[in-house]
């Protein structure tokens, strides 16, 4: 059974920094491309990020491109989101995901595994 674990988010002011970390099993962790997505109160579910199996490529949304970092410890079968000066806008529920066509990796729809979400809270 495939299990998608996300770490607990929290309350931050903005300006703030929060990492997520997103622990994976029951799959070959390696062989998945990892992405992190989230959904605001009535909103889409976006992308935010992904990194692909060998850490070597990253991907981003604009909207967080030079604030936000994806990370990955194939070992720890674990990926990590970094998020630095927060906004409040970036308030939502954050969800990891593993992806293993290796394509589309900015649609919710190639993903086929999912965490619970997070909730992440950023103050003004």
């Known amino acids: 059974q495939v299990q998608l674990v996300e770490s607990r988010g929290g309350l931050v002011q903005a300006g703030g920094s929060l990492r997520l970390s997103c622990a994976a099993s029951?799959?070959?962790?390696?062989?998945?491309?990892m992405g992190w997505f989230r959904q605001a109160p009535g909103k889409e579910r976006e992308f935010i990020g992904a990194?692909?199996?060998?850490?070597?490529?990253?991907y981003y949304a604009d909207s967080v491109k030079g604030r936000f970092t994806i990370s990955r410890d194939n070992t720890k079968n674990t990926v990590y989101l970094q998020m630095n000066s927060l906004k409040p806008e970036d308030t939502a529920v954050y969800y990891c995901?593993?992806?293993?066509?290796?394509?589309?990796?900015?649609?919710?729809?190639?993903?086929?595994?999912w965490g619970q979400g997070t909730q992440v809270t950023v103050s003004s």
């Open positions: 995901a593993a992806n293993s066509h290796g394509s589309r990796v900015y649609n919710v729809e190639s993903y086929e595994y």
């Open positions: 990194i692909s199996w060998s850490v070597s490529v990253t």
């Open positions: 029951g799959l070959r962790f390696n062989r998945y491309i």
